[in-house]
C-alpha cells in the first residue's frame, strides 16, 4: 500500500500532477465518455425495468409536467450543496481538524485495516466504479424511472425525502466540516479515490473534501431504496439492484479513503428519518398543497 500524503493541500496537488500519467485517455475525452455511459445506462436500464412497449415519451413528459416542481426540487437541492462547496473551498474552516479528530477516535483505525488487508487494484478500480458511476446512476436513473411509470404517489415521496436530506446535509457540510478518511494525516489511510486517476480528478473538481459528514453517498442511496420498498411489487427489480448497490458503496466510502465509520452510521440515520418524515401524510399534503399550487401558475391549470 503506499504512503499516504501527509498534507491535504499537497495531497491534491499531488493528485493532478499524477493525473494523466498512467491513464490511456484525456480528461476531457474520460468525461465526455462518462457522461455517456451513465445516459446509455439510464436508457438501457429503462427497457430493462419498463420494457420498450411500455415506454411513452408523452407519458413521461406529461408526468414531468404533473411534477414539475418536485423536479425542481430534487434538481436544485443538490445545486445548493455545489453552491456551499464553492464558497467553502475559498475559506478553510480552523474547527475542521478538530471535527476530525473527533470522528477519528470512533473507529478510525478499523478503516485503515481495511484498507491494509485488502490491498489489490482490481478491487480499487472496481469500488471506484460503485462509488461514482454506479452511485451517480441510481441518482439520476429514479427519479427518470418513478416519471416514465408515472407514479405520482412515490415521486412526491421521493421528492420531500431528498429535500430533507439536502436540508441535513447543507449545515452539516457548513458547520461541521470533516476531512475525507485519506487526506487526515493521522489516519494512516491511502486517498485510493482520488489518486492516479481521472476519477479522482473528476470527484476533487467538485468535493472540497471536508464535507464528510453524514455520508450522502450513504444516505440518498439508502433514502432511495427505503422509498422503492414501500412503493411495492412494482420496482422489485430495481429495489433488489439498489440494495445490492447500497452495500457496495457502503464498502468503497470507507475503503477509498473518504469516510469514516461514524459518517455511515449517521448517512443511515439520516435516511431512515428522511424516509419516515416523507411518509408522513400530514407532511405530504402540505407540501403538496403549495406544490400544486406553484405548478398550476407554471402549466397554465391544475393538476388533476
Same mark, same amino acid.
Given at each position: 500500500?503506499?504512503?499516504?500524503?501527509?498534507?491535504?493541500?499537497?495531497?491534491?496537488?499531488?493528485?493532478?500532477?499524477?493525473?494523466?500519467?498512467?491513464?490511456?485517455?484525456?480528461?476531457?475525452?474520460?468525461?465526455?465518455?462518462?457522461?455517456?455511459?451513465?445516459?446509455?445506462?439510464?436508457?438501457?436500464?429503462?427497457?430493462?425495468?419498463?420494457?420498450?412497449?411500455?415506454?411513452?415519451?408523452?407519458?413521461?413528459?406529461?408526468?414531468?409536467?404533473?411534477?414539475?416542481? #418536485?423536479?425542481?426540487?430534487?434538481?436544485?437541492?443538490?445545486?445548493?450543496?455545489?453552491?456551499?462547496?464553492?464558497?467553502?473551498?475559498?475559506?478553510?474552516?480552523?474547527?475542521?481538524?478538530? #471535527?476530525?479528530?473527533?470522528?477519528?477516535?470512533?473507529?478510525?483505525?478499523?478503516?485503515?485495516?481495511?484498507?491494509?488487508?485488502?490491498?489489490?487494484?482490481?478491487?480499487? =478500480?472496481?469500488?471506484?466504479?460503485?462509488?461514482?458511476?454506479?452511485?451517480?446512476?441510481?441518482? #439520476?436513473?429514479?427519479?427518470?424511472?418513478?416519471?416514465?411509470? =408515472?407514479?405520482?404517489?412515490?415521486?412526491?415521496?421521493?421528492?420531500?425525502?431528498?429535500?430533507?436530506?439536502?436540508?441535513?446535509?447543507?449545515?452539516?457540510?457548513?458547520?461541521?466540516? $470533516?476531512?475525507?478518511?485519506?487526506?487526515?494525516?493521522?489516519?494512516?489511510?491511502?486517498?485510493?479515490?482520488?489518486? =492516479?486517476?481521472?476519477?479522482?480528478?473528476?470527484?476533487?473538481?467538485?468535493?472540497?473534501?471536508?464535507?464528510?459528514?453524514?455520508?450522502?453517498?450513504?444516505?440518498?442511496?439508502?433514502?432511495?431504496?427505503?422509498?422503492?420498498?414501500?412503493?411495492?411489487?412494482?420496482?422489485?427489480?430495481?429495489? #433488489?439492484?439498489?440494495?445490492?448497490?447500497?452495500?457496495?458503496?457502503?464498502?468503497?466510502?470507507?475503503?477509498?479513503? $473518504?469516510?469514516?465509520?461514524?459518517?455511515?452510521?449517521?448517512?443511515?440515520?439520516?435516511?431512515?428519518?428522511?424516509?419516515?418524515?416523507?411518509?408522513?401524510?400530514?407532511?405530504?399534503?402540505?407540501?403538496?398543497?403549495?406544490?400544486?399550487? $406553484?405548478?398550476?401558475?407554471? $402549466?397554465?391549470?391544475?393538476?388533476?
Amino acid at each position: 500500500m503506499r504512503e499516504p500524503p501527509r498534507d491535504k493541500n499537497f495531497s491534491i496537488l499531488v493528485c493532478y500532477a499524477r493525473v494523466g500519467e498512467n491513464t490511456p485517455i484525456s480528461y476531457s475525452v474520460f468525461i465526455t465518455l462518462y457522461a455517456a455511459s451513465v445516459v446509455v445506462g439510464i436508457v438501457a436500464g429503462l427497457v430493462i425495468m419498463v420494457g420498450w412497449r411500455n415506454l411513452s415519451l408523452s407519458r413521461i413528459a406529461e408526468s414531468a409536467k404533473y411534477n414539475i416542481i #418536485y423536479i425542481a426540487m430534487v434538481v436544485g437541492a443538490p445545486l445548493l450543496v455545489l453552491i456551499e462547496h464553492a464558497f467553502v473551498s475559498l475559506e478553510p474552516n480552523s474547527k475542521e481538524v478538530v #471535527y476530525t479528530n473527533w470522528l477519528f477516535r470512533i473507529g478510525g483505525d478499523a478503516i485503515r485495516i481495511l484498507q491494509d488487508r485488502l490491498d489489490y487494484q482490481v478491487l480499487v =478500480d472496481f469500488s471506484i466504479l460503485i462509488y461514482v458511476w454506479v452511485f451517480a446512476f441510481i441518482i #439520476y436513473f429514479t427519479p427518470i424511472l418513478i416519471l416514465a411509470v =408515472d407514479d405520482r404517489a412515490t415521486f412526491r415521496r421521493y421528492s420531500i425525502s431528498m429535500l430533507f436530506n439536502y436540508l441535513i446535509l447543507l449545515p452539516f457540510y457548513i458547520f461541521f466540516p $470533516v476531512t475525507v478518511t485519506g487526506f487526515y494525516a493521522d489516519s494512516g489511510m491511502t486517498p485510493l479515490l482520488y489518486i =492516479d486517476t481521472n476519477w479522482g480528478r473528476m470527484v476533487t473538481s467538485i468535493d472540497p473534501l471536508n464535507n464528510d459528514f453524514p455520508s450522502a453517498h450513504i444516505s440518498l442511496v439508502v433514502t432511495a431504496l427505503l422509498v422503492l420498498l414501500s412503493a411495492g411489487a412494482d420496482y422489485r427489480r430495481y429495489y #433488489y439492484f439498489v440494495a445490492v448497490s447500497a452495500i457496495g458503496i457502503t464498502f468503497s466510502v470507507l475503503y477509498l479513503g $473518504v469516510h469514516w465509520l461514524a459518517d455511515v452510521f449517521a448517512g443511515l440515520a439520516l435516511a431512515v428519518g428522511a424516509y419516515f418524515i416523507s411518509g408522513n401524510e400530514r407532511v405530504q399534503m402540505t407540501f403538496d398543497k403549495y406544490v400544486r399550487a $406553484v405548478a398550476s401558475r407554471i $402549466v397554465g391549470k391544475k393538476a388533476d
